[in-house]
């Protein structure tokens, strides 16, 4: 599923190519990924310009004028493509967006969990408040990361770092990676982790979470940018998808495990 640096990847691409732009057009190939009927959809959204691109967690958010937000969330295998002027949609392009200066922007989801919804101000901040606090923010500290820790003391370290009510973003692929950095083995209990070690993963997560933006994210599945290319940060994971292998810190070997059903790597030697 694409996380944190992958949706930001998009925001950032998207946001020279569509802000300012108005939607000239809608086409659905695939109904059921929407929120309203699809006529109605596509009546309350063409004609609207583009005044903004946000990304809160893993959903990337299009501020559009008059009271409206187009909120796509890519689950696991949603790609949004800036696809230019002369596009070849795939079998799996399920809603076409054309703009003003006729680029289109197609929305495709190979597994079809992803969804895009089109919501008001009001609907959006109470999807927003679902979410816990952003990683990446100023006003995120290592302080803050205890508090979360000491409300949930029994729980696994990382499907905690995964609790998007918790924290906004992490997801199975940089929770690990966080954890390796950190030397904590993804099956410590929130309440057995000291302050130093807190300090050491919050430095970690943020420094995993900047790396992958600024290689465009991991392409471990379906995920590409919004021009279509893979992100180059796989090359760069420690432990994901690794097992068997040597461990690059340590002369340990990299194990899987199922933690919260979720495929788990970690090197038992070095993670403690």
Same mark, same amino acid.
């Given at each position: ?25 809608? +086409?659905?190939?695939?109904? !059921? #990924? *929407? $929120?309203?009927? @699809? ?7 063409? &004609? ?63 597994? +079809?969990?992803?969804?895009? !919804? #089109? *919501? $008001?101000?009001? @609907? ?7 979410? &816990? ?83 465009? &994210? ?55």
């Amino acid at each position: 599923m694409p996380e944190l640096p992958e949706v930001e990847t998009i925001r950032r691409q998207l946001e020279s190519k569509i802000v300012g732009k108005k939607i000239n057009d809608i +086409k659905v190939h695939y109904a !059921k #990924l *929407l $929120n309203l009927p @699809e006529k109605k959809f596509i009546e309350q959204v063409v &004609g609207s310009k583009i005044i903004a691109l946000k990304r809160r967690a893993k959903i990337l958010i299009w501020d559009l004028e008059g009271d409206k937000n187009l909120v796509f969330h890519l689950k696991m295998a949603g790609q949004v493509i800036w696809a230019g002027k002369n596009p070849n949609p795939a079998r799996y392009t399920y809603v076409i967006f054309t703009l003003s200066d006729s680029n289109k922007v197609f929305f495709n989801d190979k597994r +079809k969990f992803g969804w895009v !919804k #089109l *919501l $008001n101000n009001k @609907e959006l901040e109470k999807l927003l408040l679902s979410y &816990g606090p952003e990683p990446l923010d100023k006003n995120f500290t290592w302080q803050k990361l205890k508090e979360i820790l000491s409300k949930k003391k029994r729980i696994r370290i990382k499907p905690l770092l995964m609790d998007q009510t918790l924290l906004a973003g992490v997801g199975n692929i940089y929770a690990q990676e966080a954890c390796f950095c950190a030397g904590i083995s993804p099956e410590r209990k929130a309440d057995n982790i000291v302050d130093k070690e807190i300090e050491k993963l919050y430095d970690c997560l943020k420094k995993v979470l900047l790396d992958s933006i600024k290689h465009h &994210g991991t392409s471990a599945d379906a995920y590409v940018d919004a021009l279509g290319n893979k992100g180059s940060f796989e090359g760069r994971l420690k432990v994901y998808g690794r097992q068997g292998e040597k461990c690059y810190r340590c002369a340990g070997i990299v194990k899987k495990i199922k933690l919260g059903g979720r495929g788990t790597y970690f090197c038992s030697k070095c993670q403690k």
